[in-house]
């Protein structure tokens, strides 16, 4: 990526906003971008490393392993994604897995870049925290419907979860696309994939959502609430 690109992308990343055309080049120069083809694992549990990723093109899965091999996806990020290992911003990957599900770009800033950034403007520094806190008060919305909802109201709660990340969805009258596939459903709600997919057709039954590849299109965001909130029976 030539610097000229590479500013362009910075510039768009809503942390940045703030910043200098100077400051924006600056830090372009010291963030490198890093190509990953797809079912990469470009971080580990044995990464020591302290790095922040912002990932430009691509879907990446988080996900912790246990010592058993059961495998658990904490989240799958789009573009303007922000996540890695960072202890300034109480951001820790510990034992998860960061995994390319698409082929990914990924812009990778040092400790001395988030400090520098920090201290150079407040602003950037709520934001960064704040999309820190976001993801964190979406992993824990998710444990405790895997804990206390069943199959039908934990698919509709993560679908209007997905939906959320792509920040545009609040009072859109036309449909939406979610890029999620059955299966990445199936490891974000914790249930096989065949009953995702059960589901997923008794909501496109209902006229909710509609299904393309790779893709689940939502019809009635507001109907979809209501069966995310449904008693089991």
């Known amino acids: 990526m030539n610097e000229v690109n590479k500013d362009q992308y910075l510039r ?3 942390i940045f906003q703030d910043l200098t055309e100077e400051e924006i080049h600056h830090l372009g120069t010291r963030a490198p971008m890093k190509r990953v083809p797809a079912g990469t694992i ?6 020591a490393t302290e790095v922040l990723f912002i990932l430009k093109e691509g879907r990446v899965r988080l996900y912790h392993l246990e010592p058993d091999g059961r495998m658990l996806t904490l989240s799958i990020l789009e573009e303007g994604a922000i996540f890695g290992e960072m202890t300034l911003l109480g951001q820790r990957l510990q034992s998860n897995f960061a995994e390319s599900v698409t082929p990914c770009l990924l812009c990778l800033m040092s400790r001395e870049d988030v400090k520098a950034l920090m201290l150079s403007d407040p ?3 709520f934001r960064l925290m704040e999309t820190m806190g976001q993801r964190l008060v979406s992993v824990e919305q998710r444990l405790s419907a895997m804990a206390f909802k069943h199959a039908p109201e934990r698919i509709a709660a993560q679908l209007i979860q997905l939906a959320q990340q792509r920040r545009n969805w609040m009072g859109r009258k036309t449909s939406l696309e979610v890029r999620c596939t059955h299966e990445e459903l199936a490891h974000l709600v914790g249930v096989h994939r065949e009953t995702v997919t059960k589901i997923l057709n008794e909501f496109r039954q209902q006229g909710v959502i509609d299904l393309g590849r790779g893709k689940i299109i939502l019809h009635n965001m507001a109907e979809l609430k209501t069966l995310s909130e449904a008693d089991a029976p």
Request: no cysteine.
């Open 123 to 125: 602003r950037i520094a």
């Open 42 to 47: 470009f971080y580990s549990a044995e990464q």
């Open 12 to 14: 768009s990343v809503d």
